[in-house]
């Protein structure tokens, strides 16, 4: 059996857009030690009986309603992102947010996995003697995530 590729933590990026319209630049966030992505549908079960033997056990058939994403990233508190994350907090507009695997996409000249959109960004900050600062982002999708390989980072 061959084994599969895989990636280190350490091959998992995420960036926040500063939401400049004109000229969006995207800083990398750092000091997570933990990454994750959620993609979730939202459903509608019908019933639908067999024609041929009304009286027969009836099959279930899922509909999709809706697609929806969020992502959540916990870790150190880095001095260098707060104030990037502060401005998302307190603003009303979703920010731009990418997820890049390294190494991970199709090869040649896009060699990286990138997930994209438009996000709602909340913090926690907790603390606790004898530790360093924990920070704990969430985004909640605002639209649709777009998933590509894409150029490798120069």
Same mark, same amino acid.
């Given at each position: ?5 895989? #990636?280190? *933590?350490?091959? $998992?990026?995420?960036?926040? $857009? /500063? $939401?400049?319209? !004109?000229? !969006?630049? #995207?800083?990398?966030?750092?000091? *997570? ?8 549908? /939202?459903? &509608? ?9 009304? /009286? ?15 992502? @959540? *990233? @916990?870790?150190?508190?880095?001095? !260098?992102? @707060?104030?990037?994350?502060? =401005?998302?907090? &307190? %603003?009303?507009?979703?920010? &731009? ?5 390294? $190494?991970?996409? %199709? ?7 990138? #997930? =994209? ?21 969430? =985004? ?15």
């Amino acid at each position: 059996m061959a084994q599969p590729t895989v #990636f280190s *933590f350490g091959k $998992g990026l995420v960036y926040l $857009g /500063d $939401g400049d319209a !004109e000229d !969006e630049t #995207f800083t990398k966030l750092c000091g *997570f030690n933990s990454i994750s992505l959620q993609i979730e549908k /939202d459903t &509608n079960d019908v019933t639908i009986p067999d024609c041929d033997d009304p /009286d027969a056990a009836a099959w279930t058939a899922t509909d999709v309603l809706a697609l929806s994403w969020s992502s @959540e *990233f @916990e870790g150190i508190l880095a001095k !260098e992102a @707060e104030p990037l994350l502060w =401005a998302a907090v &307190n %603003s009303s507009e979703s920010r &731009n947010l990418r997820i890049r695997i390294i $190494g991970a996409g %199709s090869g040649g000249g896009t060699p990286d996995l990138q #997930f =994209a959109g438009k996000a709602h960004i909340g913090e926690s900050i907790t603390g606790t003697r004898g530790e360093k600062y924990q920070v704990s982002v969430t =985004a909640t999708g605002d639209g649709a995530l777009v998933r590509a390989s894409v150029a490798a980072l120069s």
